[in-house]
């Protein structure tokens, strides 16, 4: 069964700094996508960023990246210039191609401080 | 707006009461689920619905019963519910084209305390 493992329950950095969240996984597939979202206190669940495993080039949305190492089973986020709207609950998630069952990691609350 | 409408937003049920969550969307979506987000544990996938057929059950006590009558809309019969299952309870929706799954768009939740 496929695990996702995030180990920073919470992290907190300064406005305008850049902070990386860590996620592993488990997973005996080849083809399978990964995903960070985002939970702001409004509760609803914002897909931030998207990388399929058949990519080698890391994923980039604005001020968010993703450091993927297929071989480590590591899923890195980073956020730059971090902005107090960014404050938040970030799930990493799996998905195997082709399948449809979501399987998400423990989360990391994020704490922009002003 | 994420095209995902849940209803209701908060919802306090003793346990021998009846009630039912509902979700809609609006992205033309063939693909629904329910999620169980408890405090201090990962969100927990419930049940799948693929062109309103369950794909998926992930061993959910029959005190939960999901209907998806078309692909726009889902819901979820609760009934003699327990305190354990005072959670945020997520629908989301997504396109599945050529057995490729898309992303997957949530709603905002409804916050469920049982009494």
């Known amino acids: 069964a496929q695990t996702v493992t995030q180990s920073q329950p919470e992290m907190s950095v300064q406005e305008a700094e850049t902070v990386t969240l860590s996620c592993t996984y488990d997973?005996?597939?080849?083809?399978?996508?990964l995903f960070w979202y985002k939970q702001p206190p409004s509760r609803q669940m914002i897909l931030v960023i998207r990388q399929e495993a058949y990519k080698q080039q890391n994923a980039t949305e604005n001020r968010f990246s993703v450091n993927f190492q297929k071989a480590a089973k590591s899923f890195s986020l980073k956020i730059s210039d971090s902005q107090l709207g960014d404050t938040a609950m970030y799930f990493c998630?799996?998905?195997?191609?082709?399948?449809?069952?979501?399987?998400f990691g423990g989360g990391t609350r994020v704490l922009v401080k002003p | 707006e994420t095209g995902v409408t849940q209803t209701p937003r908060h919802l306090v049920m003793g346990m021998t009461n009846k009630k039912s969550l509902k979700c809609e969307q609006h992205?033309?979506?063939?693909?629904m689920y329910w999620y169980k987000q408890s405090a201090k544990k990962p969100l927990e996938l419930m049940f799948v619905?693929?062109?309103?057929?369950?794909?998926e059950n992930n061993s959910v006590p029959s005190r939960f019963s999901p209907e998806c009558p078309n692909s726009s809309h889902l819901f979820l019969h609760l009934h003699t519910l327990q305190p354990e299952d005072s959670a945020l309870y997520l629908c989301?929706?997504?396109?599945?084209?050529?057995?490729?799954?898309?992303?997957?768009?949530f709603g905002d939740g409804t916050r469920l305390s049982i009494l």
């Open positions: 998630a799996y998905l195997k191609a082709a399948g449809n069952k979501l399987t």
């Open positions: 989301a929706s997504s396109q599945v084209t050529g057995g490729i799954n898309q992303p997957q768009h």
């Open positions: 997973t005996s597939e080849n083809n399978y996508y």
């Open positions: 992205l033309g979506h063939n693909a």
């Open positions: 619905y693929n062109f309103k057929e369950q794909t």
